[in-house]
């Protein structure tokens, strides 16, 4: 069984173990959306990228409002692994998966009905408004094959098993990419035929999940019998993954607001910010894993009540984080042309060099990401989901504000700018609060950790 425990042993191993798979898990995740673009940009031309860039702050706000309750439910499942009750852990999974697949549903169908309305608040420009609104269509359908993958995952994650989910990421992925070369690039399908080899790729990485599960993973195997929600458990997935969907939805819905800004710098401006969107994504993304394995290694010690442990844990990771934003810092500013002339042909050298600005100044700005991530995994391991909550809204607030203020002055880069303002400010918060609640507490010795207000 590939589960493991993360309250004893090495630190920086438990933490480097769970997240470099994580961080691939969530690369080939990224891949399928990259690949849309790319193949679209490259045989299809710059209306359908932009069509594209346009509808993913919609599919962003979907996904990660899904995910973040995924998060929530993770911390529960990851104390309970931690306190060794493992019938909640089952009871909790089975609470989730039977709620989550029902309000996916719900939201596919509500989504699929607003998706003219949503892009219109857009300010989508006419001609790609019909396009745009059939790719946007076809993602919402796909809603519960994405809720189902991230459930399933979040349990194995819970557990210590954040490989596994790569492996079946990876092929689904490969498989997202050969269905767009084949039906895109050589028989020449337009927009909609990418939003469905997009779906039929989450479809097989869940159903692969859920069969490895069933053969390998007794312990999260699920009966008929077991798919009852617990009305209690329901509540505290609620209360945790509520404020984490909102928490995880915040930068969609600034992005939302954001892209209208972009939208009215044209069509150029428009495919440059997908594309540079794309690199964002996967720079964020290790931030972002090695947070999550901060998440769970905090959850599993606060079950076992490992306080001193629990601090060096917080410390290994922003460790981690720092290390990893000198790579990627050195990476962009080396590849930022080569990876730009991905998404565009050669023909639209404007597109390029709008790209290329921007990416030269958030280069360095990584670096603070890399912390606003590091204290959101620790506060979403100690129960804190209100804390990560206010933190990004504070964050998305004054990136939106900042956008509107600076894209108008400077063009793109005026967008990366706005990030640095709000992380700073994030990290203004974030930082002195935890010095004031909780360094002090947890250097001291304690059998059990007391609990989490």
């Not at 993360?6 to 933490?15: N, Y």
């Not at 973040?68 to 852990?89: H, N, P, R, T």
Request: glycine letters at 10%; one cysteine or more.
């Amino acid at each position: 069984m590939a589960a493991h425990r993360m309250t004893q042993g090495s630190i920086p191993r438990h933490l480097a173990g769970y997240s470099i798979p994580l961080v691939l898990g969530n690369w080939f995740q990224l891949a399928y959306n990259a690949v849309d673009s790319i193949i679209a940009g490259r045989f299809i031309g710059k209306d359908a990228l932009a069509a594209i860039g346009t509808a993913s702050p919609v599919m962003n706000l979907l996904i990660l409002g899904i995910s973040g309750l995924c998060i929530g439910a993770s911390v529960l499942m990851s104390e309970f692994y931690g306190a060794k009750k493992e019938d909640m852990l089952r009871r909790e999974l089975a609470t989730t998966l039977v709620f989550g697949l029902g309000f996916s549903v719900v939201l596919a169908a509500v989504g699929s009905l607003a998706a003219v309305p949503l892009l219109r608040a857009l300010q989508v420009p006419e001609e790609l408004l019909g396009v745009a609104a059939a790719y946007l269509r076809v993602i919402f359908w796909g809603t519960p094959f994405t809720f189902c993958y991230n459930a399933v995952a979040s349990g194995l994650k819970s557990v210590g098993d954040s490989a596994t989910p790569l492996k079946f990421l990876a092929f689904s992925s490969i498989l997202n990419a050969l269905l767009d070369c084949i039906f895109i690039g050589l028989l020449g399908f337009g927009i909609l035929c990418s939003a469905l080899t997009t779906v039929v790729a989450e479809a097989v990485s869940a159903g692969l999940c859920i069969l490895y599960i069933y053969r390998r993973i007794p312990l999260l195997a699920l009966s008929p019998r077991d798919m009852r929600p617990s009305r209690a458990l329901l509540a505290d997935t609620l209360r945790y993954g509520t404020v984490t969907a909102l928490q995880q939805s915040c930068q969609p819905v600034g992005k939302l607001l954001i892209q209208g800004a972009i939208n009215s710098l044209g069509v150029d401006a428009m495919a440059a910010f997908n594309a540079v969107g794309r690199v964002d994504d996967f720079a964020f993304t290790p931030e972002q894993s090695i947070a999550s394995g901060i998440t769970t290694f905090i959850a599993q010690n606060r079950g076992a009540g490992q306080r001193r442990r629990i601090r060096r844990g917080l410390a290994w990771g922003l460790g981690l984080e720092s290390g990893y934003w000198l790579l990627i810092c050195g990476a962009t500013l080396a590849l930022k042309k080569p990876v730009m002339e991905l998404f565009v042909s050669a023909a639209e050298p404007d597109i390029v060099a709008l790209g290329c600005a921007y990416l030269t100044v958030m280069a360095f700005l990584y670096l603070l990401p890399a912390f606003t991530n590091g204290m959101q995994g620790f506060y979403r391991g100690m129960g804190r989901m209100g804390i990560t909550l206010l933190g990004t809204f504070i964050q998305t607030s004054l990136r939106v504000v900042s956008v509107f203020i600076l894209c108008p002055r400077i063009g793109l880069p005026g967008a990366a700018w706005a990030c640095g303002v709000g992380w700073t400010v994030m990290l203004l918060f974030e930082i002195p609060y935890y010095f004031v609640r909780y360094h002090r507490s947890l250097g001291a010795d304690a059998e059990a950790d007391t609990p989490v207000s």
